[in-house]
């Protein structure tokens, strides 16, 4: 059975792995936009597309979420690369997942695309293995 250093150091690789993915899945289509008329999609639109048309359309609040949306796997990815000894890293997995998912519910709707809907996915092992991790944390000090 391998020591708790390198599983810690697995989970923390797995962790940024997952994160990069996420970082994909910003340029791909997070909502659809909706003919009121119609009622049928008329296109789709990316985290930072989503970004640029609020700031265009003056909705500030949904650029700050939308903003908010695209640094929380950016930064993950970076928390997780760098914080090899604390635990700080997987406190962030597991915060910023669960607001992450608050965010993309709140924000998207009922218009969930592709890459929204593949970011609540992936979100979840984020959060597990995050968990994991401090526990892998707790027991490599206890012994």
Same mark, same amino acid.
């Given at each position: 059975?391998?020591?708790?250093?390198?599983?810690?150091?697995?989970?923390?690789?797995?962790?940024?792995?997952?994160?990069?993915?996420?970082?994909?899945?910003?340029?791909?289509?997070?909502?659809?936009?909706?003919?009121?008329?119609?009622?049928?999609?008329?296109?789709?639109?990316?985290?930072?597309? %989503?970004?640029?048309?609020?700031?265009?359309?003056?909705?500030?609040?949904?650029?700050?979420?939308?903003?908010?949306?695209?640094?929380?796997?950016?930064?993950?990815?970076?928390?997780?690369?760098?914080?090899?000894?604390?635990?700080?890293?997987?406190?962030?997995?597991? %915060?910023?997942?669960?607001?992450?998912?608050?965010?993309?519910?709140?924000?998207?709707?009922?218009?969930?695309?592709?890459?929204?809907?593949?970011?609540?996915?992936?979100?979840?092992?984020?959060?597990?293995?995050?968990?994991?991790?401090?526990?892998?944390?707790?027991?490599?000090?206890?012994?």
């Amino acid at each position: 059975m391998s020591t708790p250093n390198k599983t810690s150091n697995r989970l923390r690789i797995a962790v940024c792995i997952l994160y990069a993915i996420q970082i994909f899945f910003l340029t791909e289509t997070y909502s659809y936009v909706i003919d009121a008329k119609n009622v049928k999609s008329i296109g789709g639109l990316s985290c930072f597309s %989503l970004i640029y048309k609020s700031i265009d359309i003056g909705e500030i609040g949904l650029a700050v979420y939308s903003i908010i949306m695209a640094i929380i796997p950016i930064a993950g990815f970076f928390v997780f690369a760098f914080d090899k000894n604390r635990n700080i890293k997987n406190i962030y997995g597991f %915060l910023s997942s669960v607001l992450a998912v608050f965010l993309i519910l709140a924000t998207i709707g009922g218009y969930i695309g592709f890459g929204s809907t593949m970011a609540l996915i992936l979100y979840i092992p984020i959060v597990f293995l995050s968990v994991m991790g401090m526990f892998a944390r707790m027991t490599a000090t206890n012994s």
